[in-house]
């Protein structure tokens, strides 16, 4: 399966500042990454598919302007949560999709940020 | 939209033992794919073993396999010969058109 890397693994910020998250599909070019969130003891919840070279697609009720999303080329995708607040504390997922491969729906996951905003 | 549901918020089961985990969705598309994935306490998601729907055949991994009843919408996960590197949260997750939809967990814990 491919390999996907995340920096950085832990953050912790003040709030009202900007963060920015990496993920990197390390083996193969991705059209398509995914970002997800997961609260403590819960299951992961889709914010937005990050497609190269175009505008990412919004999950409903993801606000596009706090969560900042660059997809710039086939194995780079950036998340940037902007102005965070200690409600946007969690962890943050990413993953990439084999695309027309044929296991083309398989997504494999970056191992995770943790975010925490004081 | 789909939904993924995880009846079984917590199993435990003794090393070298056989598990069931249960699964059920609903769709109303034909053309899909389901998965198991793992997130250990490192929190890293592990895919376990995926099946697709238009393929009868259960699908297999070692010691992982599925019971896929389509028409029942089920999809349970069979862990064989259990081993303390199981114990983790399994999500069952539902995939059409590259967008996946996740059961809430089962949390496993393998004891020895």
């Known amino acids: 399966g491919a390999v996907v890397s995340q920096h950085p693994s832990r953050v912790i910020c003040k709030s009202g500042t900007s963060v920015k998250i990496e993920c990197r599909s390390l083996d193969f070019q991705a059209t398509t990454m995914f970002w997800y969130r997961q609260f403590p003891k819960k299951s992961l919840m889709l914010m937005a598919t990050?497609?190269?070279?175009?505008?990412?697609?919004?999950e409903q009720g993801v606000e596009k302007d706090k969560f900042l999303i660059n997809h710039a080329s086939l194995t780079l995708s950036t998340l940037t949560v902007t102005s965070a607040h200690p409600e946007d504390s969690s962890f943050y997922i990413c993953s990439v999709s084999e695309g027309s491969r044929p296991a083309a729906d398989t997504q494999y996951f970056g191992p995770g940020t943790r975010l925490t905003v004081l | 939209a789909q939904t993924v549901t995880q009846s079984q918020p917590e199993m435990s089961v003794q090393e070298a033992e056989t598990v069931t985990l249960s699964c059920t969705y609903d769709?109303?598309?034909?053309?899909?794919?389901l998965f198991w994935y793992k997130q250990p306490p490192s929190r890293q998601m592990i895919l376990v073993i995926r099946q697709e729907a238009y393929k009868q055949q259960n699908a297999t991994e070692n010691r992982f396999s599925v019971n896929f009843q389509k028409a029942a919408k089920s999809f349970s996960l069979k862990i064989s010969d259990s081993q303390l590197g199981d114990t983790a949260m399994y999500f069952c997750?539902?995939?059409?058109?590259?967008?996946?939809?996740f059961g809430k967990g089962t949390l496993l814990t393998v004891n020895p």
């Open positions: 990050s497609n190269e070279g175009s505008k990412a697609t919004y």
């Open positions: 769709t109303s598309e034909s053309n899909y794919y």
């Open positions: 997750a539902f995939s059409r058109n590259y967008k996946l939809t």
